[in-house]
């Protein structure tokens, strides 16, 4: 079992910055790639970030590209997401998600271990 806390969710202003952080507990996600996703009310859960297990290899939604920054400390059992230049279209809730074995890192049945969410909401 793995038990995924997301922190760092609030309130900010258009082109400003937030760091959200997901503590993992349980058992090590070092061996896991890692992802956050996002869901705004009244739309599906979408994939917006991963991380490969060595933190090597990240990907992004088009989205969030050159914006967003994953990252992981394994030693830590952390995972990150460095948000940059935010727009009201990021406002939602993210995700923190562990990833199985196998799958694509972009879809959500890859991820069998998710937090709570943190709510991000950005003003225009």
């Known amino acids: 079992q793995v038990q995924l806390v997301e922190s760092g969710g609030g309130l900010v202003r258009a082109g400003g910055s937030l760091r959200l952080s997901c503590a993992a507990s349980?058992?090590?996600?070092?061996?896991?790639?890692m992802g956050w996703f996002r869901q705004a009310p009244g739309r599906e859960r979408e994939f917006v970030a991963a991380i490969g297990w060595s933190g090597y290899n990240t990907y992004y939604a088009d989205s969030v590209k050159g914006r967003f920054t994953i990252s992981r400390d394994n030693a830590k059992n952390m995972v990150y997401l460095q948000m940059n230049s935010l727009k009201p279209e990021d406002t939602a809730v993210y995700y923190c998600a562990a990833k199985s074995v196998g799958g694509s890192y972009f879809e959500l049945k890859s991820y069998d271990y998710w937090g709570q969410g943190t709510q991000l909401t950005v003003s225009s």
């Open positions: 349980g058992r090590t996600i070092s061996s896991r790639g």
